[in-house]
């Protein structure tokens, strides 16, 4: 939207928006890098008296396992959607081009995922992967979501919204399928993957619930989960801008990659027709 045809009340409003949003953030930002002896009268001030440093984030660091959550939630996020994009994208081209007995009653039957609430799935999810063995293993925590509904959705508005000249062109020059799918319609499909893509990450980079559940050494736990552990301590002392600090360092990676390509994802988005 041109900024130059909203009106002074509208843009007031989304000031007032992004304000209320942000000040979370700016506190959390604000406590971890207070000093240790700070006074209890600065817990909720966003400008606190005295100087800024690092300490919490080294002590942050040191308490917990960092880099092994780190590493877990990486593999994790990045196995999921390595899979994910190749189911969605298989099964985005097969309801958008290929013509078959019932694929619209199919199709719809398949979005009904999208109306149950996850947390109804977690009893026979945990009891599936016990039965096979992949319970406290990341391949456990990544399998259900290795089809996605939303994707699926996703892909097949994206296959869909691109000319058919495309594949009519690559057939004459003798292109089989898969040549058609990999080299033709998936490079076309690029924005509408990169929008699934941000979706799926950050879902699953802030996922708690699942994760706590099928995992329970604590050398295969992930970011959320070993947060939920070190806050736990730390709360016990109070030492809140230890927690803001691994807080921040929690989320860190995904602000930094929303600053970084703002502009291509805003894209993605719209391309792909997410609003």
């Not at 009268?41 to 005295?50: H, I």
Request: hydrophobic fraction near 55%.
């Amino acid at each position: 939207m041109n900024h130059k045809r909203m009106g002074p009340p509208l843009l007031l409003a989304l000031a007032a928006a992004a304000m209320v949003w942000a000040i979370p953030f700016a506190w959390m930002a604000v406590a971890s890098l207070r000093p240790d002896d700070a006074g209890a009268a600065n817990v909720a001030s966003l400008m606190p008296s005295g100087p800024f440093g690092l300490g919490n984030f080294r002590e942050a660091w040191s308490e917990g396992s960092f880099p092994v959550w780190y590493l877990n939630t990486f593999l994790m996020c990045g196995g999921i959607l390595a899979v994910q994009c190749a189911t969605v994208s298989a099964a985005g081209y097969a309801f958008a081009r290929l013509r078959f007995p019932g694929r619209t009653a199919l199709f719809y039957l398949f979005l009904l995922q999208l109306m149950l609430v996850p947390p109804i799935l977690i009893v026979p999810n945990l009891g599936t992967i016990v039965r096979l063995g992949l319970y406290d293993r990341l391949p456990g925590v990544m399998a259900p979501y290795f089809a996605s509904a939303f994707g699926t959705f996703l892909m097949r508005q994206t296959f869909r919204a691109i000319p058919r000249d495309y594949e009519d062109a690559a057939m004459l020059d003798g292109a089989n399928l898969p040549q058609l799918v990999w080299h033709v319609l998936l490079p076309l499909a690029r924005p509408g993957l990169a929008a699934f893509a941000i979706v799926s990450v950050s879902y699953h980079w802030n996922e708690f619930l699942w994760p706590l559940i099928a995992l329970a050494s604590p050398a295969n736990q992930v970011l959320t989960v070993g947060l939920a552990s070190f806050t736990t301590g730390a709360e016990s002392a109070s030492e809140w801008g230890v927690i803001a600090a691994g807080t921040l360092m929690v989320a860190a990676p995904l602000i930094v990659v929303f600053v970084v390509f703002q502009r291509r994802i805003v894209s993605s988005f719209v391309f792909s027709g997410i609003k």
